[in-house]
């Protein structure tokens, strides 16, 4: 069974950096995709980005330049960074895991997700 258990988050002023982490228990073969999303309170969760099994990621235009994705393979862990943050930026971030359906992802094990506040 997989589990993603994250890390890192937190708070930071606005323009400050943050960066979070996700371990990957348990993983097989099927399960190919890895990705973020974040999500506040009252609305729906938002879609960050992703990263392949070979260490390409992509994003949501609007996470593009200010958001990094990262993997280190050897230890099963996904890395988010993130610059230049904003209040707006503001949310629970949570780590995704599933299984590839055509060239989008079926998502069906989430991290416990991680709290990141930005103050201006």
């Known amino acids: 069974q997989v589990r993603l258990v994250q890390s890192g988050g937190g708070s930071a002023q606005a323009g400050g950096s943050l960066s979070l982490r996700c371990e990957v228990f348990?993983?097989?073969?099927?399960?190919?995709?890895l990705g973020w999303y974040r999500q506040v309170i009252g609305s729906s969760r938002e879609y960050v980005g992703r990263?392949?099994?070979?260490?390409?990621?992509s994003y949501a235009p609007s996470m593009k330049g200010r958001f990094t994705i990262t993997q280190d393979s050897g230890k099963n862990i996904m890395i988010l960074e993130m610059a230049s943050l904003k209040p707006e930026d503001t949310a629970a971030y949570y780590c995704?895991?599933?299984?590839?359906?055509?060239?989008?992802?079926?998502?069906?094990?989430w991290g416990q997700g991680t709290q990141v506040t930005v103050s201006s």
């Open positions: 348990g993983i097989d073969s099927s399960r190919n995709c």
């Open positions: 995704a895991g599933g299984r590839r359906s055509g060239p989008a992802c079926a998502w069906d094990t």
């Open positions: 990263i392949e099994r070979d260490g390409t990621p």
